[in-house]
């Protein structure tokens, strides 16, 4: 079992929810109905996607690439660039929401969306695997544990709860209580 790398899969889950429900809002166009609860997700894209999990990638699973596996150093720097465009998507949906500009916040949600939905994709079907080849198990655990007590230190201790929460609560709103809706990529 790699419990560092499912654990990251976990915070895909709940990336990918708040991504559909964003999506759903510019399909529909429904901005002016959901006006009120887009900053929160704005910030979710910044606080949980960019901060958070980015960072966790980028802090402890992406070092530990062996020097060796040339392929796999490559990838790892190609997904650390596609964060840096995800966070430059984050930052013009927040100024979009300031200035209430549809088109750049449609834009945006939409580069956002299809950008993540690849991203995460290329790590659970690619990278993770290949992470899980090349690492040695013994240092999952010490990983798993130093990554969750630097998070918890930053983010606290109910974090990641309370964003499964914040998710939960955002597609109640903005697409109905009990709606189960699969994305592109399936339950
Ligand atoms: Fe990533
Ligand atoms: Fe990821």
């Known amino acids: 079992m790699q419990i560092f790398t499912t654990l990251l899969s976990y ?30 997700a704005a910030d979710f894209l910044q606080r949980f996607m960019d ?9 402890f699973l992406f070092p530990a690439a062996p020097a060796s596996e040339k392929r796999l150093k490559e990838q790892v720097d190609e997904l650390v660039t596609e964060h840096r465009q995800a966070k430059a998507y984050a930052d013009a949906i927040g100024k ?3 200035d209430w500009d549809l088109d750049i916040l449609r834009d945006n ?10 991203h995460i994709l290329e790590e659970e ?4 695997p290949e992470f899980n ?3 040695d ?15 918890e230190e930053r983010f606290g201790a109910s974090f990641q709860a309370d964003m499964e929460e914040f998710a939960n609560r955002l597609q109640d709103r903005v697409m109905g209580k009990g709606v189960i809706k699969y994305g592109p ?3």
């Open 11 to 40: 915070d895909h889950g709940i990336l990918r929810q708040v991504l559909d429900v964003m999506s759903d809002i510019t399909e529909n166009d429904t901005w002016e109905q959901n006006r009120d609860a887009l900053p929160d």
């Open 185 to 187: 990529m399936g339950p």
């Open 137 to 151: 198990p013994e240092k999952d655990m010490p990983m798993y544990e130093e990554s969750q007590k630097f998070m």
């Open 125 to 128: 079907n690619n990278v993770f």
């Open 96 to 98: 979009g929401l300031e």
């Open 133 to 135: 080849r090349v690492l």
């Open 109 to 118: 949600v939409n580069g956002v969306v299809a950008h993540m939905r690849k």
């Open 51 to 59: 901060q958070y999990h980015h960072g966790k990638e980028e802090r």
